[in-house]
Each structure stands twice: as C-alpha cells, then as structure tokens.
C-alpha cells in the first residue's frame, strides 16, 4: 500500500531555525556563520558564545553543540546592534 505521509510545517509559514548545530569538522567551516572550529572553541573559552558538551554518562567522548543565538547575539555585539528579543 503506498501512502504519502504529510511533512509537517510551521502554521506561520516562519522558516525554521536550529537551536543548537554541532561544531564543523577540523579544517571546514560551518554551514551557518562560516566560522572554523577553533574560532568556536576560543569564543567559548572568552565567554562570548555558549557550547553545550552532550556525553554518555561513563563516556570520554561526546557531541559538542553551538547555542545558536549566542553566535548570533555575538554577531549583532560586534555590529552594534541591540540584540532582537
């Protein structure tokens, strides 16, 4: 029996937004800003944006996000524009 399921949108018609995208691999640059890994980990490092490190318990390893409104709230600081609520 072939039977289409509907993809699900938004009801506003709003495109949709990450929360969270995980860090580019080592010499790539992310989809999103364009920004390389270390740029990520050294704007963490100073407090500028915010990284979430997701894990196993027992785990050594794990996935790193990037709260994506902190990029960009950083972004709009470095421009001079008030963040957008």
């Known amino acids: 029996m072939n039977t289409e399921l509907p993809i699900s949108t938004p009801r506003d018609g ?40 997701i894990r196993s318990r027992g785990a050594v390893r794990g996935v790193r996000l990037v709260v994506y409104d902190s990029v960009l709230s950083y972004i709009r600081r470095s421009m001079g524009e008030s963040p957008v609520a």
């Open 14 to 53: 709003a495109p949709h937004r990450v929360e969270f995208f995980r860090l580019p691999s080592p010499g790539q640059r992310d989809p999103f800003f364009g920004l390389s890994r270390g740029w990520y980990y050294k704007a963490a490092a100073a407090g500028e944006i915010r990284m979430v490190a």
